[in-house]
């Protein structure tokens, strides 16, 4: 399967095409969620409601027992890997290295199907399922919830797509027919064909440029605002408080990145397109650029690794430093009064 080949419509995926046959085959097949978590209540839920033939593997908690009062048979990993055709690997990627070779790979044979919902594991080696299963990959742009409420409201979602492993050259059709039972070619969905790289890549890119960065610029917001005489509760309210943040990152969803500035007024306009250069220096791009080159090298998957196999020291002392900062306090003040207390 073709990664960042071909042109925008070879990549863009709307209906099954030419697999419509095919669906019903793997509508009969057997399915397994392993992990009934945010992303595997919501994939399941999906499934059977297509029609398709759905149980859950996960350990015995809390989520196992959302699972049977959702109405679905729960097993064991193991067995019900062993008793289906199609396998959703859906818990966290930390943990999944060491249950693919506890309870995965053992009740493995010729000609099952893993599915993974995210490039992670597959693209770094972590996990290496043997010659003789397919594996493939449909990763939702789109948090758990968001994934069953589109579908309850027959719409459908955008998700990433891709071949991994073709060991009997029935994947593309089993990875399609999986997108139409979870409503993806369902209107305003679709899937784009990628890779495991890619998706490994967007994902953790995301998170390592604009997202962290938005954190620490708002902290540095409120360090100049109030300096000035903000006052925190205008400030937090200004940043992200008041849900208008929300409403702007809905605006670029259904609009366009630049085209939502046109529900601004003229002065935020003018004041957004020649303000918000000077903060793209050419510093920014090559640290950007480098963070990349450590994602597809592996050097932030081995750093990850040692940070957990060492307690997550790191992530402890950040979580701590973070909290210590006064906004949080002005925060916690204001959403109290908010109602807003525990969220």
């Given at each position: 399967m073709p990664g960042n080949e071909g042109g925008n419509s070879d990549r863009i995926l709307?209906?099954?095409?030419?697999?419509?046959?095919?669906?019903?085959?793997?509508?009969?097949?057997?399915?397994?969620?392993?992990?009934?978590?945010?992303?595997?209540?919501?994939?399941?839920l999906n499934l059977r409601d297509s029609g398709f033939?759905?149980?859950?593997?996960?350990?015995?908690?809390?989520y196992a027992e959302i699972a049977r009062k959702d109405g679905f048979r729960v097993m064991g990993i193991q067995d019900a890997v062993k008793l289906s055709d199609i396998i959703f690997f859906l818990i966290p990627d930390e943990v999944q290295a060491s249950v693919f070779e506890s309870d995965i790979r053992p009740s493995l044979s010729k000609g099952k199907t893993i599915v993974f919902a995210s490039g992670y594991n597959y693209f770094y080696g972590f996990v290496s399922p043997p010659p003789d299963v397919n594996v493939i990959m449909i990763a939702p742009r789109m948090i758990g919830w968001g994934v069953r409420d589109v579908y309850v409201r027959g719409m459908g979602f955008p998700?990433?797509?891709?071949v991994g492993q073709d060991a009997d050259g029935r994947a593309e059709g089993i990875m399609l027919s999986l997108c139409e039972g979870l409503g993806i070619f369902r209107s305003g969905g679709c899937a784009v064909r990628s890779s495991f790289r890619e998706e490994t890549l967007v994902d953790l890119l995301t998170e390592h440029s604009w997202a962290g960065a938005m954190l620490f610029l708002f902290r540095a917001y409120y360090d100049v605002a109030t300096s000035l005489g903000a006052s925190p509760e205008a400030v937090i309210l200004e940043l992200y408080g008041s849900g208008e943040l929300a409403?702007?990152?809905?605006?670029?969803?259904?609009?366009?990145?630049f085209k939502q500035l046109r529900t601004h007024s003229t002065t935020s306009q003018y004041g957004q397109l020649t303000r918000g250069p000077l903060y793209v220096t050419d510093d920014v791009r090559k640290t950007l650029y480098n963070e990349a080159i450590k994602i597809l090298n592996g050097e932030f998957a081995r750093e990850w690794h040692q940070e957990q196999v060492s307690g997550g020291t790191v992530l402890r002392m950040s979580l701590r430093l973070s909290s210590e900062h006064p906004m949080e306090r002005e925060?916690?003040?204001?959403?109290?009064?908010?109602?807003?207390?525990?969220n």
């Open positions: 709307t209906s099954l095409g030419n697999y419509r046959d095919f669906y019903e085959q793997v509508k009969a097949s057997r399915i397994c969620i392993v992990g009934y978590g945010n992303q595997g209540r919501s994939q399941a033939n759905v149980v859950v593997g996960n350990i015995d908690d809390s998700a990433l797509v891709a409403e702007i990152a809905e605006s670029m969803r259904n609009m366009g990145l925060e916690e003040r204001l959403y109290r009064i908010l109602g807003r207390e525990g």
